[in-house]
């Protein structure tokens, strides 16, 4: 996820539709992503979702009403002081167009009209609902207030009906509370990252690979568009679904992986380039199965086209970054690669060191400059690595036209 949540104070909102069950995911995403999460929900809300339960998540007490008792008849004020960000979700037709007319008649409501932090809106209704021109005014009319929609998704509803209206995955919600949440300096940039392994056939159904599971490759690839830039992920085979608002290309060769980076090299201004691509192939792949019967085989393999060192010879006044695993002498293998293929970073690991490796959800990193600077990470999750290079990249980038 972000880190730049981390620590953040966010309140969601949850009004009355069927999709509040939704909400709870999205309140244990948030807080596990380090959000100190306070929740306001409407009368009717609380009709699909009882306030205990998010009360149990988030550790925090849950605001129902203007008129409760003790101090809840000013808590949504001092909660819109110190929010960091207002999500709700999700957002009802009732409590959109509360919104948009500047009604203030309940805690939800009243709170979000002293709110001065961003403001992130997912509606959620029957389609016929969603479709009024009534609702599509009000949402052009918090857009305009500067508020952050996220589109529902369509498909069958609850209610019967067929279309938009359903309120859209919290692990894709989070996507957008991510970028709201992040810096915006790769706006304008295009991010070209490619990811995961190759597979070399040697029959039909047989293959040379590698372990990478792709993980890092699209960590960064998130990263990136939740900081502005426009992002193309070039992937070779794993189990990972493909980013959200990011232009994923699949591959399974490197020969394909060499083509496909090649071909849209030339569109982007930083390439970053974790793919863990076999360095050799079999000469001559065989058309059917191979069937065991001797006791030995011998496989002749030749070399693959190198795609790092020909992007790093062509880049020109692009950024090109690349990545090292090692199982020993990480400093002089990273640095040689770094010289050798024309790099102005490269990030180095070493596989089988606790913390860092191919599929896990955390990397030990080292970031080693072309100055010979050399800059140890601790172990860290591949989300926050992520924005740590990206961190570096953006101290880099004042050299791209």
Same mark, same amino acid.
């Given at each position: 996820m972000?880190?730049?949540?981390?620590g953040?104070?966010?309140t969601?909102?949850?009004?009355?539709?069927?999709?509040?069950?939704?909400?709870?995911?999205l309140?244990?995403?948030?807080?596990?992503?380090?959000?100190r999460?306070?929740v306001?929900?409407?009368?009717?809300?609380?009709?699909f979702?009882g306030?205990?339960?998010?009360?149990?998540?988030?550790?925090?007490p849950?605001?129902?009403?203007v008129?409760?008792?003790?101090?809840a008849?000013?808590?949504?004020i001092?909660?819109?002081?110190?929010?960091?960000?207002?999500v709700?979700?999700?957002?009802t037709a009732?409590?959109?167009?509360?919104?948009?007319g500047?009604i203030?008649d309940?805690? *939800?409501?009243?709170?979000?009209?002293?709110?001065?932090? @961003? =403001?992130? +809106?997912?509606?959620a209704?029957? &389609?016929n609902?969603?479709?009024?021109?009534?609702?599509?005014?009000?949402l052009e009319i918090?857009?305009?207030y500067g508020?952050?929609?996220?589109?529902?998704d369509?498909?069958q509803?609850?209610?019967?009906t067929?279309?938009?209206?359903r309120?859209?995955?919290?692990?894709?919600?989070?996507?957008?509370?991510a970028?709201?949440?992040?810096?915006?300096?790769f706006a304008?940039r295009?991010?070209?990252?490619?990811?995961?392994?190759t597979?070399?056939?040697i029959?039909?159904?047989r293959f040379?690979?590698?372990?990478s599971?792709?993980k890092?490759?699209f960590a960064?690839?998130?990263?990136?568009?939740q900081?502005g830039a426009?992002?193309i *992920?070039?992937?070779?085979?794993?189990d990972?679904?493909? @980013? =959200?608002? +990011?232009a994923v290309?699949?591959? &399974?060769?490197?020969?394909?992986?060499?083509?496909c980076?090649?071909?849209l090299?030339?569109?982007?201004?930083?390439?970053?380039k974790?793919?863990a691509?076999?360095?050799?192939?079999?000469?001559s792949p065989?058309?059917?199965k191979?069937?065991?019967?001797?006791?030995?085989?011998t496989l002749?393999?030749?070399?693959?086209?190198d795609?790092?060192?020909?992007?790093g010879q062509?880049k020109?006044?692009?950024?090109?970054?690349g990545?090292?695993?090692?199982?020993?002498?990480?400093?002089?293998n990273?640095?040689?690669k770094l010289?050798?293929k024309?790099?102005?970073?490269i990030?180095?690991?070493?596989?089988?060191?606790?913390?860092?490796g191919?599929?896990?959800?955390?990397n030990r990193?080292?970031?080693f400059?072309?100055?010979g600077?050399?800059?140890?990470?601790?172990v860290?999750?591949?989300?926050?690595?992520?924005?740590?290079l990206?961190?570096?990249?953006?101290?880099?980038?004042?050299?791209?036209?």
């Amino acid at each position: 996820m972000c880190h730049f949540i981390e620590g953040k104070n966010v309140t969601l909102g949850v009004t009355g539709g069927i999709a509040a069950y939704k909400s709870i995911e999205l309140l244990r995403l948030l807080t596990k992503a380090g959000a100190r999460v306070r929740v306001i929900m409407t009368e009717n809300a609380c009709w699909f979702v009882g306030p205990g339960t998010f009360q149990a998540l988030s550790g925090q007490p849950v605001c129902t009403s203007v008129f409760e008792e003790g101090d809840a008849a000013i808590r949504h004020i001092d909660w819109a002081q110190s929010t960091d960000l207002a999500v709700i979700a999700p957002a009802t037709a009732n409590c959109i167009g509360k919104l948009a007319g500047g009604i203030a008649d309940d805690a *939800l409501s009243t709170y979000m009209l002293a709110v001065t932090a @961003p =403001v992130v +809106v997912c509606p959620a209704m029957n &389609t016929n609902m969603y479709q009024h021109p009534s609702v599509q005014r009000n949402l052009e009319i918090l857009r305009g207030y500067g508020n952050i929609l996220v589109d529902p998704d369509a498909g069958q509803l609850a209610c019967g009906t067929v279309g938009p209206g359903r309120l859209p995955e919290p692990e894709f919600i989070m996507e957008k509370i991510a970028a709201v949440m992040a810096p915006d300096d790769f706006a304008g940039r295009t991010i070209l990252v490619t990811a995961g392994p190759t597979r070399e056939a040697i029959d039909p159904v047989r293959f040379i690979s590698n372990p990478s599971s792709g993980k890092m490759g699209f960590a960064i690839a998130r990263a990136a568009r939740q900081r502005g830039a426009t992002v193309i *992920l070039v992937s070779g085979p794993v189990d990972l679904p493909d @980013p =959200v608002d +990011v232009a994923v290309h699949r591959v &399974t060769s490197a020969q394909e992986m060499h083509d496909c980076v090649l071909q849209l090299f030339g569109d982007a201004d930083i390439v970053i380039k974790t793919a863990a691509v076999s360095d050799y192939r079999p000469s001559s792949p065989a058309e059917h199965k191979i069937k065991k019967s001797a006791a030995k085989m011998t496989l002749e393999v030749e070399k693959t086209r190198d795609i790092l060192a020909e992007i790093g010879q062509q880049k020109g006044k692009r950024l090109v970054i690349g990545f090292a695993a090692e199982t020993r002498d990480l400093k002089n293998n990273a640095t040689q690669k770094l010289k050798a293929k024309n790099l102005d970073l490269i990030v180095g690991n070493l596989i089988g060191a606790a913390g860092s490796g191919f599929a896990g959800d955390t990397n030990r990193v080292t970031f080693f400059y072309p100055d010979g600077m050399a800059e140890p990470m601790e172990v860290m999750t591949k989300d926050k690595a992520a924005h740590c290079l990206l961190d570096r990249i953006a101290a880099l980038k004042t050299t791209v036209p």
